[in-house]
């Protein structure tokens, strides 16, 4: 795992969108794992200008979205396959047909998450999944307590999940108690994760996960056992790490070889 600590969400999503760039050179069907919420924004945004201003190729680019809400209409504003078009697909020249997302309006939700599986693998794996973290530590919507080893299945919403996500829809009542989300096995699989993180409001998560124990409690911990994870954090988020010294002067001393 390694940490890099950047002044700002602009240089956090310049960063990972350099890795997307690189990697889109070198395999232009690349596929990426796309995640929602507020931390990977500023990393669409530059996708998305450079794309625009430089040319930046998606067309033959896959993507699959990490997770969905159970029993919104399709096209509901709030779904994140709609999400994901509006803040991303769009914006770029990727083919529709090649952005997929678990079906949350499903009649039966467990051949669709079996599905969901079976197309990621078909298409040859993740290559670089890009994630935030719940104040509670999940990623995608694997809420504490989800098996270590778990595929694409129906959760449960903590209530706190819902109370943060309750600001994109009118009222708490409106955000669904059920989810799916690619499980914590089919995320270790990617074959590079890049996780942002920003905020004093994340500043424990980053902690508990990079430096606590790998425990189902805190579902991003998993992440301690993926051989290729990448944390992009701004100071507020490091501001309770332990070894942030280290993980700067690591950063700065990186052979330029490595890349990200
Ligand atoms: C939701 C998403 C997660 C995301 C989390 C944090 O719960 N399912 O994928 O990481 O929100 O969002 P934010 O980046 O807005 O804090």
């Not at 079906?103 to 890009?130: F, R, T």
């Not at 409001?201 to 911990?221: L, N």
Request: glycine share 8%; with cysteine; net charge negative.
């Amino acid at each position: 795992m390694e940490v890099v600590i950047l002044p700002g969400s602009r240089q956090i999503g310049a960063l990972a969108a350099d890795a997307i760039e690189l990697l889109l050179q070198r395999k232009p069907n690349a596929v990426l794992g796309l995640a929602t919420g507020t931390s990977p924004l500023t990393i669409y945004e530059e996708l998305a200008r450079r794309h625009e201003e430089h040319g930046v190729d998606f067309s033959e680019a896959r993507g699959f979205v990490l997770d969905e809400y159970v029993g919104l209409e399709p096209g509901h504003p709030q779904s994140y396959r709609e999400v994901i078009r509006r803040e991303f697909t769009d914006r770029v020249n990727i083919k529709p047909e090649n952005v997929h997302a678990p079906d949350g309006s499903a009649a039966d939700i467990p051949a669709a998450c079996q599905a969901y599986e079976e197309a990621i693998s078909e298409a040859g794996g993740v290559d670089l999944q890009i994630l935030g973290v719940g104040t509670d530590g999940h990623i995608g919507f694997n809420e504490p307590g989800s098996s270590l080893s778990s595929r694409t299945r129906i959760k449960t919403l903590i209530e706190q999940t819902r109370k943060d996500n309750a600001r994109f829809f009118g009222s708490i009542s409106e955000v669904p108690h059920h989810v799916l989300t690619q499980g914590l096995g089919t995320i270790l699989e990617a074959k590079h994760v890049i996780l942002v993180a920003t905020g004093a409001q994340k500043a424990q998560t980053v902690r508990d996960f990079v430096e606590g124990p790998v425990a189902a409690i805190c579902a991003a911990s998993v992440l301690q056992m993926h051989p290729h994870t990448t944390i992009l954090i701004d100071e507020a988020a490091a501001s309770s790490l332990k070894l942030a010294d280290y993980y700067r002067h690591a950063y700065d001393n990186k052979p330029q070889w490595q890349g990200l």
